[in-house]
């Protein structure tokens, strides 16, 4: 018997064709499991978070611990700065002596010529505390004129000791305002000078036979009137630490 042919036998290989492919396609993934990765970010969360706390708390304990250091660094320095200024000599101004104090004219010029020497008495007044003196230099001024400048020597004073420090300048045919010189002449022979000095240096403590590294000081006798010293008078010049 013929095998049939035609439309017939034409849709059924067709649909046979559609229905091998259609059941050979991959099947699509299930969609992703919403509760599983809820979880996940939210424990992903907590410990951020935990992190974070911790890392907060000691960021805090770190601050505070330098926070304590630096002010207990401040206060023993405050308390070492304030015990060294309290041990500074008291200095005064006891003498002056003026050798020469000479003004002359040259080529429209006041050129001033001096020798001049003061003394200045140093009071160790602390009975355990050794002091020694190092860099030292002191200069004169009267009423804005310069009066010299000098390097001293250094030295050293032993508790409850006195010692007369001599300051000596002299000037060599400086320049100077003719008005200032001049002045400053008439007020020498009045006995009215006023005389400002100044001394520098660096300054260190012993204690027990160890040494204490100090600070610079400063010595500053401002306006001593030389009346006052020719009356017997010596006035107190102030004395101050510097950094």
Same mark, same amino acid.
């Given at each position: 018997?013929?095998?049939?042919?035609?439309?017939?036998?034409?849709?059924?290989?067709?649909?046979?064709?559609?229905?091998?492919?259609?059941?050979?396609?991959?099947?699509?993934?299930?969609?992703?499991?919403?509760?599983?990765?809820?979880?996940?970010?939210?424990?992903?969360?907590?410990?951020?978070?935990?992190?974070?706390?911790?890392?907060?708390?000691?960021?805090?304990?770190?601050?505070?611990?330098?926070?304590?250091?630096?002010?207990?660094?401040?206060?023993?320095?405050?308390?070492?700065?304030?015990?060294?200024?309290?041990?500074?000599?008291?200095?005064?101004?006891?003498?002056?002596? +003026?050798? %020469? *104090? #000479?003004?002359?004219?040259?080529?429209?010029?006041?050129? $001033?010529?001096?020798? !001049?020497?003061?003394? =200045?008495?140093?009071?160790?007044?602390?009975?355990?505390?050794?002091?020694?003196?190092?860099?030292?230099?002191?200069?004169?001024?009267?009423?804005?004129?310069?009066?010299?400048?000098?390097?001293?020597?250094?030295?050293?004073?032993?508790?409850?000791?006195?010692?007369?420090?001599?300051?000596?300048?002299?000037?060599?045919?400086?320049?100077?305002?003719?008005?200032?010189?001049?002045?400053? +002449?008439? %007020? *020498? #022979?009045?006995?009215?000078?006023?005389?400002?000095?100044? $001394?520098?240096?660096? !300054?260190?403590?012993? =204690?027990?036979?160890?040494?204490?590294?100090?600070?610079?000081?400063?010595?500053?006798?401002?306006?001593?009137?030389?009346?006052?010293?020719?009356?017997?008078?010596?006035?107190?010049?102030?004395?101050?630490?510097?950094?």
């Amino acid at each position: 018997m013929a095998a049939k042919s035609g439309p017939t036998a034409l849709h059924k290989n067709l649909s046979r064709r559609v229905s091998f492919n259609e059941a050979t396609l991959a099947k699509p993934l299930p969609p992703p499991d919403d509760d599983s990765d809820t979880e996940s970010q939210n424990s992903r969360s907590r410990c951020a978070c935990a992190c974070g706390a911790l890392f907060s708390s000691c960021c805090a304990c770190v601050s505070i611990i330098i926070g304590v250091l630096i002010f207990l660094g401040l206060l023993v320095g405050g308390v070492y700065y304030a015990l060294l200024q309290s041990s500074l000599p008291e200095v005064r101004l006891h003498r002056l002596d +003026v050798y %020469k *104090l #000479n003004v002359t004219n040259a080529n429209d010029n006041t050129l $001033l010529t001096t020798d !001049i020497e003061i003394r =200045l008495n140093t009071t160790n007044g602390n009975g355990k505390i050794g002091l020694a003196y190092g860099g030292m230099t002191a200069s004169l001024s009267s009423e804005g004129v310069n009066l010299g400048y000098i390097k001293l020597p250094a030295m050293r004073q032993k508790p409850h000791t006195s010692t007369d420090l001599k300051v000596r300048t002299a000037l060599n045919r400086a320049m100077v305002e003719e008005a200032a010189a001049t002045e400053l +002449v008439d %007020k *020498l #022979n009045k006995n009215l000078m006023v005389i400002d000095a100044m $001394l520098k240096g660096h !300054i260190d403590f012993y =204690l027990g036979g160890r040494k204490f590294n100090g600070f610079g000081f400063k010595v500053k006798c401002h306006s001593i009137d030389q009346s006052e010293i020719d009356n017997g008078h010596a006035p107190k010049c102030n004395s101050k630490m510097t950094l």
